[in-house]
């Protein structure tokens, strides 16, 4: 079963996916945040989406200990033909991207095209056609290919070395957090004269 699209989808809409370690506490936030529920909410998804400001932001329970927060961006487009005036644009400037016809992907049937930006960041172009009532078949392996392929393989290197950067940056901060902090150097000694002041006894 699917849901068409209304008269939400006529205008761009700036999109946010991004990873969450809880998907339920997650909602708490943004619910107090926007004041509106979940267009959609699963157990393995969840969308707002606002008409003021223009957005659409996904959430996903995927752990981001090692790899951020953000799991992409992107415009969700009224049409084809704006789709295709974003990919012309951003090809003509020399960047590669990969195109998707009517994939099922976060309970919706879209049309989309990934690029990569210089930083490797992920971005999604997409036409929503239908709300449907399953994840959907583009996920996995199959639905990965479009987003790598966009990446490159020296894109692929660089999210893949900015993880492994996270990830000790991450045991490290654990690891001196654990360490008890040594105050005795800190204090001042007793047998200062009264009469120096303990800024200047610093000093010196």
């Known amino acids: ?8 989808e006529l205008a761009v809409k700036f999109h946010v996916c991004l ?18 529920e979940p267009l ?9 989406e606002l008409t003021d400001p223009p957005l659409v932001l996904s ?14 961006l992107g415009f969700r487009v009224p049409n084809a033909e704006h789709l295709v005036e974003f990919q012309k644009r951003l090809e003509k400037a020399g960047f ?13 049937r879209q049309t989309k095209f990934w690029v990569a930006d210089p930083d490797s960041n992920l971005w999604e172009i997409y036409v929503l056609h239908a709300d449907i009532d399953h994840k959907g078949t583009s996920h996995g392996w199959s639905g990965m290919k479009a987003p790598l392929g966009a990446l490159g393989l020296g894109g692929m ?31 001042p000694s007793r047998s200062e004269e009264p009469s120096v002041p ?3 006894a610093e000093r010196s």
């Not at 990873?19 to 509106?36: G, P, Q, S």
């Not at 959430?59 to 992409?72: D, E, F, R, V």
């Open 1 to 8: 079963m699917s849901t068409p699209t209304t008269d939400r």
């Open 19 to 36: 990873n969450v370690a809880n998907l339920e506490r997650a909602l708490v936030f943004y619910r107090a945040l926007f004041a509106v």
């Open 40 to 48: 959609k909410h699963h157990a393995d998804y969840a969308k707002f």
């Open 59 to 72: 959430l996903k329970p995927i752990s981001y200990a090692h790899g951020g927060t953000l799991n992409h």
């Open 96 to 108: 590669r991207t990969q195109r998707q016809e009517g994939v099922e992907c976060c309970y919706a």
């Open 157 to 187: 290197l660089r999210r893949g070395l900015g993880r492994a950067r996270g990830a000790v940056r991450c045991w490290w901060s654990r690891r001196c957090s654990s360490q008890p902090t040594n105050l005795h150097s800190a204090e």
């Open 198 to 200: 303990a800024t200047m």
